[in-house]
């Protein structure tokens, strides 16, 4: 019998072990190694299986699978949205992911991705913007301060210099925490009691709220030329932040037209409506910002490449740390075709006696 890699076990990424990767390597240095690799990614997009995600809706949030391959390996994540879970103590978004090998199938990473999400969807917020927002910006407007707001903040300041915030959000408590949290790393903060004060100023207008509805945190006449808008909470049928006639004065930078489409802010537009794919500016097909009176709208949704990329980052750097654990996760008789002699012998070997 030929000879196979212990691929029976598999390492397994646990909140724990992600909270200590990124805290013993620091947030912004795990945002921009995640970076590194979503540009790689990014940059060979047309290598990659692409579909919408898979989603299943109920009347309170959505659970959806995002799977894509390059070939080689394999991924998807497992992730729901729930807007009304903040109110029960429950996360709006918790996730996890598997990569696999493409050569056997066989899963070779199963990690925590609440964490790597917020992670991941940061970066891709801010390498967005690196290509987009007007040069030498400096302040940012963030609307909704709830859990993916500091990651979004560092990032910015990790990836676009941003070291100015003005926050808002509907519930003052989000935002005292976000400021508190904020507080040693560098920032100028400011808070502000209305969206239409937090945005005068700032460059870039980064908008993370969740509600289940097509809500208006802005409204056309609160947005002047030459900014660039973050639009990351709108990413569900059914869920906006922007009124439509900003649409129709930005250039849209979306992740997968056919997904964004479904879920993004672009929803309420005809299905015609130009759109440009980001991944054609990082792979330098196609310029981002060209003017600076030009309004800019990243229609983030999150897309399942930025998942694999964060997923590749994670494994490769498991390859310093043994400090993880594997899960004996798929069965391994010693005949590939005896799985049945290989449950019944469990028994005989006496393997689960008391
Ligand atoms: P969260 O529930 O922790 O925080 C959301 C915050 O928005 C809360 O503090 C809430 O008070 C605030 N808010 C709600 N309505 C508001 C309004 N009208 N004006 C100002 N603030 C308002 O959620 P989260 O985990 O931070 O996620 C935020 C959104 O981002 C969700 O909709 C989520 O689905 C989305 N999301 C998108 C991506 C992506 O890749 N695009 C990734 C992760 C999360």
């Not at 990569?99 to 899963?107: A, D, I, K, T």
């Not at 509907?170 to 925490?177: F, G, M, Q, S």
Request: proline share 5%; aromatic share 8%; glycine share 8%.
């Amino acid at each position: 019998m030929p000879q196979h890699k212990n691929l029976n076990v598999v390492p397994f990424v646990s909140v724990e072990n992600m909270m200590n990767i990124v805290t013993t390597d620091g947030i912004a240095e795990t945002i921009e190694g995640i970076a590194n690799y979503i540009l790689q990614d990014f940059r060979k997009w047309q290598s990659f299986d692409k579909t919408p995600r898979v989603a299943s809706h109920s009347d309170v949030g959505v659970i959806e699978l995002m799977p894509t391959s390059d070939g080689e390996l394999y991924g998807f994540k497992y992730v729901n949205g729930h807007p009304k879970n903040m109110k029960e103590g429950l996360q709006t978004v918790t996730a996890f992911g598997v990569l696999s090998e493409v050569s056997s199938g066989y899963p070779v990473l199963l990690s925590e991705m609440t964490i790597l999400t917020a992670l991941r969807t940061a970066t891709m917020s801010a390498l967005a913007a690196r290509y987009l927002a007007p040069k030498n910006a400096t302040t940012m407007t963030m609307i909704g301060n709830g859990a993916q707001s500091e990651f979004q903040a560092i990032a910015f300041q990790k990836l676009c210099g941003i070291n100015k915030l003005h926050l808002f959000d509907v519930d003052p408590t989000a935002t005292r925490k976000c400021r508190k949290n904020l507080a040693s790393l560098g920032f100028e903060i400011e808070v502000f009691d209305t969206p239409e004060d937090a945005i005068r100023g700032a460059q870039i207008i980064t908008t993370c709220t969740a509600d289940k509805q097509n809500a208006t945190i802005l409204t056309d006449n609160m947005v002047g030329s030459g900014v660039h808008i973050n639009a990351v909470g709108g990413d569900c049928p059914g869920k906006t932040e922007l009124h439509a006639d900003i649409l129709h004065r930005s250039d849209i930078y979306v992740e997968y037209p056919p997904q964004t489409r479904i879920e993004g802010e672009i929803q309420q537009l005809g299905e015609d409506h130009p759109v440009l794919e980001i991944w054609r500016v990082m792979a330098d097909i196609q310029p981002g910002r060209t003017s600076s009176d030009q309004i800019t709208l990243f229609d983030s949704v999150g897309f399942a490449i930025e998942d694999f990329s964060a997923l590749r980052f994670i494994r490769d750097r498991l390859s310093t740390s043994d400090k993880f654990e594997q899960l004996d996760l798929i069965a391994d008789p010693d005949d590939p075709r005896d799985l049945y002699g290989m449950v019944v012998r469990s028994k005989k070997k006496g393997l689960f006696d008391a």
